[in-house]
């Protein structure tokens, strides 16, 4: 599970079948975002879930907003008294509104389609002859495809405190999504060297009930307060990167550093045991220290009712004073 440990309280976790995905370290995670991996399997629909708990003061609402792939896919906001909702909240998908209906499309895993580069021949005509020459094909050059191609594999989720929130007269615009299209056959040789092995698509709409009102609101600072990341492999690219191994005369056996019995462990194994032990030991000390030291936040009312899967527009943002003791950004790596 993806937690905040200068957030005790916050927790993200990505959903399939109901339950959240094993997460895998990730050595070479960027500053000021909490990254993990995760095991994507075609066909699956997946959903992120958002829990909120004490110590995480109450003081403020959050916004979630969410980026698939590349693509600013969803803003989703919780009004204060709406955080400690028991069983989190769940966001499975979108909804868009054609011809008077309402749809939803729910995310989902889809494998990356391997091929070879299809040309075509065009006639280019000159003042003193006619040749054939051979073209890449279709929509975009191979550079255009390789930074489509690099932006796959991805589930960013950027958390912010928000404040004012309030009821809007705006109704929600219904727009379809259309930066989750599944990509036409990747060349073999674009591959080669990247452990990319999915994409995240959206699944056959169908109809839905009508979305509430968008509320509006503030934003308490301008920045996120904590990210977090999910790449998403297929089990033998996971393995490839070496994050899990694979075990035994199949080959196909993935086993999992807590299954293992410690004197059967390879020194890397050890390291990362090592590792976990360590990390897990000091989000516990973090979190009874935030137990002892945190005193109780009023919670501010508001009339704003929101559906668990209602969008949200940003109408304004102001950037007011952060929540006192709140800690910078953590990095779990």
């Given at each position: ?19 959240p995905?094993?997460e ?29 708990s ?8 959050v ?11 969803r ?10 909702k028991?069983g989190g909240?769940?966001k ?20 990356l ?9 065009s006639i ?15 929509a ?5 495809f ?11 989720i ?5 404040t004012?929130?309030?009821p809007?007269?705006r ?25 990319r ?23 308490v ?12 492999r297929?089990?033998?690219a ?66 704003l ?25 953590i990095?779990?790596?």
């Amino acid at each position: 599970m993806a937690i905040s440990g200068d957030h005790p309280g916050l927790l993200v976790e990505i959903i399939v079948d109901g339950r959240p995905l094993q997460e895998y370290e990730d050595e070479d995670a960027p500053p000021n975002t909490i990254t993990k991996y995760v095991e994507a399997s075609s066909g699956k629909e997946f959903a992120m879930k958002f829990t909120f708990s004490p110590p995480l003061p109450t003081q403020y609402g959050v916004e979630a907003r969410v980026n698939i792939d590349g693509a600013s896919i969803r803003v989703v906001s919780y009004a204060p008294d709406e955080l400690y909702k028991p069983g989190g909240h769940t966001k499975s998908g979108v909804s868009y509104q054609e011809n008077g209906q309402w749809f939803r499309q729910n995310y989902c895993f889809t494998a990356l389609n391997i091929g070879e580069i299809r040309r075509r021949l065009s006639i280019q005509i000159t003042d003193t002859n006619t040749s054939e020459v051979e073209e890449a094909d279709v929509a975009a050059s191979v550079a255009e495809f390789k930074k489509d191609l690099e932006s796959k594999g991805s589930i960013n989720i950027s958390c912010r405190y928000i404040t004012n929130i309030r009821p809007s007269h705006r109704q929600h615009a219904g727009t379809r999504v259309h930066g989750l299209d599944v990509m036409n056959d990747v060349p073999e040789k674009l591959l080669k060297g990247d452990a990319r092995s999915h994409q995240a698509t959206l699944s056959t709409p169908r109809r839905s009930r009508p979305r509430h009102r968008r509320p509006m609101y503030d934003y308490v600072e301008a920045t996120s307060f904590v990210t977090f990341c999910f790449k998403y492999r297929s089990l033998a690219a996971l393995n490839a990167l070496h994050v899990i191994r694979n075990e035994g005369e199949d080959g196909d056996k993935a086993v999992f550093v807590e299954d293992i019995a410690e004197d059967e462990m390879t020194p890397a194994q050890l390291r990362e045991a090592l590792r976990r032990a360590r990390r897990h030991e000091e989000a516990s000390q973090r979190l009874k220290q935030e137990n002892a030291t945190t005193t109780s936040v009023k919670r501010e009312h508001t009339e704003l009712i929101a559906d668990d899967d209602g969008d949200v527009t940003i109408v304004e943002a102001r950037t007011r004073k952060r929540p006192r003791g709140e800690p910078e950004v953590i990095v779990l790596d």
